[in-house]
């Protein structure tokens, strides 16, 4: 497995590797890489003939009072779990070669970012779609893959792609989950014992929504009401969203019809987790 750390080199391999015809994966990531990183990696090893798997914990989507330099970091983790699982390539750029000290340019997005996670976290989304922009510009991938667990985030890039005339096909991988339920995030491993524990309600309350839909209920009303008090029971510091969203243009919508996506955001303690099913299809 080749490591890369500078933007240039990742640039220059990937435009060479495309004169040759090869088919280029991409899987960006934030690092701290888990078993819901590797089913992505090993998802694009199946779509390309060169999986490239970035790890950049990006500056400009953190807010002012996030956790950009507590993020979780394990470097040589990251690296044996990317050559473990097949990847040609990891790119490992310095923050301070991907953004100039001068910075202007970003790319922002009016309409889908506008609910969810991007109410509570503002011009976290802008600082989402710069840096895939600019990753797709530097690996030059046929195809990038990302988890659905980041369900906002996932629709976000499908309209980047769409809007820009990014060249890129996006492939999106079910979140993948611990056996209790609880969906695999890097931020898990702010949970103490106790926390983690009570953050199960959150996959334990999709089920219980999901149940419902196949039972036949289709109000969004009634399915938050059946939802709110598993979350409540569980005491978190703060229940940040509750919502029942069209799927495409992830607006809230009275009643299940076709795809809709039900998407949670609680906080335990200072940890922000995030969830979501897609119900309807």
Request: proline content about 6%.
């Amino acid at each position: 497995m080749n490591l890369i750390e500078r933007p240039r080199e990742m640039q220059e391999c990937s435009l060479k590797l495309r004169r040759e015809g090869r088919r280029i994966g991409l899987v960006p990531t934030m690092g701290f890489l888990h078993e819901g990183h590797a089913a992505l990696i090993r998802r694009a090893r199946t779509l390309a003939d060169w999986c490239v798997v970035s790890v950049f914990v990006n500056p400009t989507q953190f807010g002012p009072h996030e956790d950009f330099t507590a993020y979780p970091r394990d470097p040589q983790r990251d690296a044996e779990l990317c050559r473990a699982c097949g990847a040609d390539a990891l790119f490992r750029p310095a923050a301070a070669d991907m953004y100039a000290a001068d910075h202007s340019v970003y790319v922002d997005e009016r309409d889908l970012s506008a609910g969810l996670c991007g109410a509570f976290r503002p011009g976290h989304f802008r600082g989402v779609l710069t840096v895939v922009a600019k990753l797709f510009n530097l690996v030059q991938p046929d195809v990038a893959v990302f988890g659905q667990k980041d369900a906002q985030q996932a629709r976000l890039i499908q309209r980047l792609v769409r809007d820009l005339n990014f060249p890129v096909h996006v492939v999106i991988e079910p979140t993948v989950r611990e056996p209790d339920g609880l969906a695999l995030s890097s931020r898990n491993a702010y949970l103490n014992a106790d926390e983690r524990r009570r953050a199960l309600s959150l996959s334990q309350a999709l089920r219980r929504a999901e149940a419902l839909v196949r039972e036949g209920e289709r109000d969004a009303e009634r399915l938050k009401a059946a939802m709110r008090p598993i979350l409540e029971a569980a005491a978190p510091t703060e229940i940040q969203y509750l919502e029942i969203v069209n799927y495409q243009t992830l607006r809230p919508t009275p009643q299940v019809a076709g795809p809709t996506l039900i998407a949670v955001a609680v906080k335990f303690g200072k940890t922000r987790l995030i969830d979501n099913v897609i119900v309807g299809r």
